[in-house]
């Protein structure tokens, strides 16, 4: 079992709609990284949590240190949102990443 | 640009041929880290360097492989006789104790 798990793999969806992508894990953090990764592009750091919520734009993102569990959420989506968006732990000074959520938006 | 940057973007090469990558970190960042992402799934932890110190190694990171951050700047990552299961994209990544972490561009390593 991976460290962490990240839900759905793939996801589709029409633009305007509300998205979430959530992250599990099992191991004790100190934080955690949402990122967005563009088709054949680097990594974009989009938050970084230890506790609660932040809020950038239209992106959210929420944690549940209790339940070892994070989602990122999307309002208003629109195509450019289209990415694999990583969810990653900082465990013992390094980050443990998740496999990916591949977000579609359709105009 | 003051983000990190990695040379070259791009590189080809045949099997058995070493390779060399180099990453210059955000300048003020004390951290320094290869990571390396095969197609379809997430990053994983190559090394990592707290100034010029090298603390950690993955078991990914065979005898062919070796890294070095000489002045605690820039840092290379070399890989000798190169395999085909080496292709892969190399990202760095750097940052300060307990903040957050900036991605290089990374460079696509293809091996033939």
């Not at chain 1, 240190?65 to 465990?91: F, W």
Request: with cysteine; aromatic share 8%; glycine share 8%.
């Amino acid at each position: 079992k991976n460290e962490v798990e990240q839900s759905p793999q793939n996801l589709t969806a029409q633009e305007g709609e509300f998205i979430t992508i959530n992250c599990s894990y099992s191991v004790g953090i100190s934080a955690l990284h949402w990122l967005q990764q563009h088709p054949g592009g680097g990594i974009v750091s989009l938050f970084m949590l230890s506790s609660g919520k932040k809020k950038h734009g239209r992106l959210i993102a929420t944690i549940n240190i209790q339940e070892k569990h994070s989602s990122l959420h999307i309002t208003a989506s629109h195509p450019r949102d289209s990415a694999v968006y990583i969810c990653a732990v900082n465990g013992n000074e390094k980050l443990t990443f998740g496999t990916g959520t591949r977000l579609t938006i359709i105009p | 640009d003051t983000g990190v940057s990695q040379d070259p973007r791009h590189k080809i090469t045949k099997r058995g041929q070493n390779v060399t990558f180099r990453c210059d970190p955000i300048s003020e960042h004390n951290r320094l880290y290869w990571y390396r992402q095969t197609l379809g799934q997430g990053p994983e932890f190559l090394t990592y360097f707290q100034n010029e110190a090298q603390l950690e190694k993955s078991r990914l990171l065979s005898d062919r492989f070796s890294a070095e951050r000489p002045k605690g700047s820039f840092s290379t990552l070399e890989i000798q006789r190169t395999e085909q299961g080496d292709s892969a994209m190399y990202l760095c990544a750097s940052s300060l104790a307990r903040t957050e972490t900036y991605f290089g561009p990374g460079t696509r390593l293809t091996v033939l």
